[in-house]
C-alpha cells in the first residue's frame, strides 16, 4: 500500500487550498479513505472519510461546510479542498485508509469524524499547511 499526499503550503486566512493523495496497491471501492491532521503537541484529527459502502461523506465538526472530500476511483486519487482556511488549520495532512470500527477506543489509530469511529490501518508521509493570520 503507498499514499503520497501533495497540495500544501503556506495560505492566508480565509484562503483556500486543494490536497491530492494518489494511492496504489489497492483499490479505492474496496475500502473507506480519507484524511487526518496533527498539529505539533497535539493529537491526531479526523477531518473526513469517504466509506467505501456507499461513497457516502462524513466530516469533522471543526471542518464541516468548509472542507469537501472527492475521489477519483479511475485515478485512484483522493481529493480535499479545503475553503475559508483559518490559522487553527495548521498542520500536517495525511491521507488514510480506514475502516470503520465501533469504538473510538478500540485502537490506539482510530479517530472519530462525524459520529462514526475509523481506524486508520496505512498512511503517507503527509504534507504540511500553515495558514497564516
Known amino acids: 500500500v503507498q499514499l503520497v499526499e501533495s497540495g500544501g503550503g503556506l495560505v492566508q486566512a480565509g484562503g483556500s487550498l486543494r490536497l491530492s493523495c494518489a494511492a496504489s496497491r489497492f483499490a479505492f471501492i474496496d475500502y473507506g479513505i480519507g484524511w487526518f491532521r496533527q498539529a505539533p503537541g497535539k493529537n491526531r484529527e479526523g477531518i473526513s472519510v469517504i466509506n467505501n459502502s456507499d461513497g457516502s461523506t462524513n466530516y469533522g465538526h471543526s471542518v464541516k461546510g468548509r472542507f469537501t472530500i472527492s475521489r477519483d476511483t479511475a485515478k485512484n486519487t483522493l481529493y480535499l479542498q479545503m475553503n475559508s482556511l483559518k490559522p487553527e488549520d495548521t498542520a500536517v495532512y495525511y491521507c488514510?485508509?480506514?475502516?470503520?470500527?465501533?469504538?473510538?477506543?478500540?485502537?490506539?489509530?482510530?479517530?472519530?469524524?462525524?459520529?462514526?469511529?475509523?481506524?486508520?490501518?496505512?498512511w503517507g508521509q503527509g504534507t504540511q499547511v500553515t495558514v497564516s493570520s
Open positions: 488514510a485508509r480506514t475502516r470503520e470500527v465501533q469504538y473510538c477506543g478500540a485502537s490506539d489509530y482510530a479517530v472519530s469524524i462525524g459520529n462514526r469511529c475509523y481506524e486508520l490501518d496505512y
